[in-house]
């Protein structure tokens, strides 16, 4: 199983000179499973490049995993090529509402006035469901989800192939003006979510002084990132989700600080990055 970040910036895309090196994007990670089935986690504007370089000559269906419905997670949907290929099944999860189906409120971005092609109208044929909050074989993988604190209905997703695998969780609030440290792990929104987990990827928007200013916003500081993390027995962390206001010189500070202010153990945190691929039988792989 391989995995590749297509966009991990975080609320609105922010292209331009200060987010080259880790991007503009919003959410959008491919996971290439060992069967040939491919999994996209998240419709942000990462999305858009995956589709234009996605070879689909052995790939007979697609399953998008969405985690909140919030527009930098779905801006992306309706400028994927593979959604006009006609015969080709694709799949969208994502979380359940007891107010309105799934495919009821993508439906309100796929439609005008704000999107001039109506969801119904796309060639591919596609099915929606529910976040599996039970495990559930797609491939060769087990998927689940689980429900964390964000504005919304939102859930994080939890992939294992053969004992090895990934959790997925880009925007979480774990302790929502709280402290962290305090809370037993039972009480932690995610923690049997990302439990043992070999790599995980997760919000971390705020630095800890920037997050009493957004105390509610749905959005983690880096040290209640690193402590759940820690909690948690995660095996490598990736931070994602960076804020669309900070340049990738204040990313790598927001690092180093990490490193520093935390005492994390040399090469368990890393920031996320266009282009950034996790092989699990290797390592996190830079992109050239």
Same mark, same amino acid.
């Given at each position: 199983?391989?995995?590749?970040?297509?966009?991990?910036? @975080?609320?609105?895309?922010?292209?331009? !000179?200060? /987010?080259? %090196?880790?991007?503009?994007?919003?959410?959008c990670?491919?996971?290439?499973?060992?069967?040939?089935?491919?999994?996209?986690?998240?419709?942000? /504007?990462?999305? %858009? &490049?995956?589709?234009?370089?996605?070879?689909?000559?052995?790939? *007979?269906?697609?399953?998008?995993?969405?985690?909140?419905?919030?527009?930098?997670?779905?801006?992306?949907?309706?400028?994927?090529?593979?959604?006009?290929? &006609?015969?080709?099944?694709?799949?969208?999860? @994502?979380?359940?509402?007891?107010?309105?189906?799934?495919?009821?409120?993508?439906?309100i971005?796929?439609?005008?006035p704000?999107?001039p092609?109506?969801?119904?109208?796309?060639?591919?044929?596609?099915?929606?469901?529910?976040?599996?909050? !039970?495990?559930v074989?797609?491939?060769?993988?087990?998927?689940?989800?689980?429900?964390v /604190?964000?504005?919304? &209905?939102?859930?994080?997703? %939890?992939?294992?192939e053969?004992?090895r695998?990934? +959790?997925?969780?880009?925007?979480?609030?774990?302790?929502i003006? @709280?402290?962290?440290?305090?809370?037993?792990?039972?009480?932690?929104?995610?923690?049997?979510?990302?439990?043992?987990?070999?790599?995980?990827?997760?919000?971390?928007?705020?630095?800890?002084?920037?997050? &009493? *200013?957004?105390?509610?916003?749905?959005?983690?500081?880096?040290?209640?990132?690193?402590?759940?993390?820690? %909690?948690?027995?995660?095996?490598?962390?990736?931070?994602?989700?960076?804020?669309?206001?900070?340049?990738? =010189?204040?990313? =790598?500070?927001?690092?180093?600080?990490?490193?520093?202010?935390?005492?994390?153990?040399?090469?368990?945190?890393?920031?996320?990055?266009?282009?950034m691929?996790? =092989?699990?039988?290797? /390592?996190?792989?830079?992109? +050239?």
């Amino acid at each position: 199983m391989r995995t590749r970040v297509w966009g991990c910036r @975080g609320s609105v895309a922010a292209p331009g !000179e200060d /987010t080259v %090196r880790y991007g503009g994007n919003t959410s959008c990670l491919e996971a290439r499973l060992s069967s040939g089935h491919v999994l996209v986690f998240d419709a942000g /504007t990462g999305m %858009r &490049p995956l589709g234009a370089a996605l070879d689909l000559t052995d790939v *007979n269906e697609l399953h998008i995993l969405l985690t909140p419905l919030h527009l930098d997670h779905l801006q992306g949907l309706g400028f994927f090529k593979p959604l006009f290929q &006609p015969g080709l099944d694709v799949h969208i999860w @994502g979380p359940p509402s007891p107010v309105q189906p799934l495919a009821e409120r993508i439906a309100i971005y796929l439609s005008p006035p704000l999107f001039p092609v109506r969801l119904a109208d796309l060639p591919a044929r596609v099915t929606f469901h529910d976040a599996p909050e !039970e495990p559930v074989v797609i491939g060769s993988a087990v998927v689940r989800a689980a429900k964390v /604190t964000h504005q919304g &209905p939102t859930v994080g997703y %939890r992939v294992e192939e053969a004992d090895r695998g990934f +959790a997925y969780v880009p925007d979480h609030e774990p302790a929502i003006g @709280g402290r962290l440290v305090d809370q037993p792990d039972d009480w932690i929104s995610g923690y049997e979510l990302v439990r043992d987990v070999e790599v995980l990827f997760h919000d971390a928007q705020y630095l800890d002084t920037e997050y &009493p *200013n957004h105390i509610g916003w749905g959005h983690s500081a880096i040290g209640d990132t690193l402590e759940l993390a820690r %909690r948690a027995r995660v095996g490598r962390l990736v931070l994602f989700h960076h804020d669309p206001y900070h340049t990738d =010189e204040d990313l =790598e500070a927001m690092l180093a600080d990490a490193q520093h202010t935390h005492a994390t153990p040399d090469g368990w945190v890393c920031l996320a990055h266009e282009g950034m691929e996790v =092989e699990f039988d290797t /390592t996190v792989v830079p992109s +050239a």
